[in-house]
C-alpha cells in the first residue's frame, strides 16, 4: 500500500515567517505534486516534480518553492508566509509506470494557519 | 473556461436510493480519468479508475463518453457512508492530474 506522510497535521505559524511543509512517500514514485485546497475553490496545484532535482510550476506558485533533493521527499516552502497562505494543504505522489493512467495518492494534508 | 467542472450539489438523497454524478472536462487530448471520494477534512481518496468501457466496483458504475468529454459516476442502494464529496478528475499525457471541485452527497436515513 502506498504511503505519503506530511509532517505535520496542524501547523500555526505568524505572518513573514519561513514555513516548510514536508512530504515523504515510500513508494519510490518519479512524480510528486503540492496542492492547497479552500472552499469553493477546489484542488488548485502549487508545484509539481518529475524527478529529483526538477521541479514545475502549477497554476498558483506565487509566494512558494519547493525542493526534492531525494526522491522519496517534496518540500514546499512559503518564503515569507501571509494570511492569504491559511489553507489545507495536500502532497500527493504518482508512479509514471505504465504511463499517464496512474492514480495519485494522498497525504493527510496539514492544516496550516498563518495568524 | 474550466478544465474540469461538476455541479458541486449538494445531493441530498434516501438511503437506498440510486444517485448519478456527471462531469465535463475541456481538452480532448485527456488520456486517463479518476473518481476520488473525498470525506470531510480528509484528504482525497481513489474511488475507481474511469475505463472507455465503462466499469463497475459493486454499488459503483462508471461511464466515459469520449465524444462529448462527459464522465459519469452511478452509486446504486446509497448507504450513510456513502456522504462524502466526489472529485471527478482528468489527465493528459505528462501533465498533473486536474481535479474537479467535487460533487457533494448527503444520504440520510
Known amino acids: 500500500d502506498v504511503k505519503v506522510t506530511q509532517s505535520s497535521r496542524y501547523l500555526v505559524k505568524r505572518t513573514g515567517e519561513k514555513v516548510f511543509l514536508e512530504c515523504v512517500q515510500d513508494?519510490?514514485?518519479?512524480?510528486m505534486f503540492w496542492y492547497r485546497q479552500d472552499p469553493g475553490l477546489g484542488l488548485r496545484l502549487i508545484y509539481f516534480?518529475?524527478?529529483?532535482?526538477?521541479?514545475e510550476k502549477g497554476d498558483i506558485p506565487e509566494g512558494y518553492s519547493v525542493s526534492r533533493e531525494k526522491k522519496e521527499r517534496f518540500s514546499l516552502i512559503l518564503e515569507s508566509a501571509s494570511t492569504n497562505q491559511t489553507s489545507m494543504y495536500l502532497c500527493a505522489s504518482k508512479s509514471l509506470e505504465t504511463g499517464s493512467n496512474q492514480p495519485q495518492h494522498f497525504g493527510d494534508g496539514t492544516r496550516l494557519s498563518i495568524l | 473556461r474550466k478544465e474540469v467542472e461538476q455541479d458541486p450539489g449538494p445531493f441530498n438523497v434516501p438511503e437506498g436510493a440510486t444517485v448519478a454524478f456527471n462531469c465535463t472536462y475541456s481538452?480532448?487530448?485527456?488520456?486517463?480519468f479518476f473518481w476520488y471520494r473525498q470525506d470531510c477534512r480528509k484528504e482525497p481518496k481513489l474511488l475507481m479508475s474511469?475505463?472507455?468501457s465503462g466499469n463497475e466496483d459493486g454499488r459503483f458504475t462508471a461511464q466515459l463518453n469520449r465524444a462529448s468529454q462527459y464522465i459519469s459516476l452511478l452509486i446504486r442502494d446509497s448507504k450513510l457512508s456513502d456522504s462524502a464529496t466526489y472529485l471527478c478528475?482528468?489527465?493528459?499525457?505528462?501533465?498533473?492530474?486536474?481535479f474537479g471541485k467535487g460533487t457533494t452527497l448527503s444520504v440520510s436515513s
Open positions: 478528475v482528468v489527465n493528459q499525457a505528462g501533465t498533473a492530474l486536474i
Open positions: 516534480s518529475y524527478d529529483v532535482k526538477m521541479k
Open positions: 481538452n480532448s487530448a485527456s488520456q486517463s
Open positions: 513508494m519510490d514514485h518519479e512524480n
Open positions: 474511469v475505463y472507455s
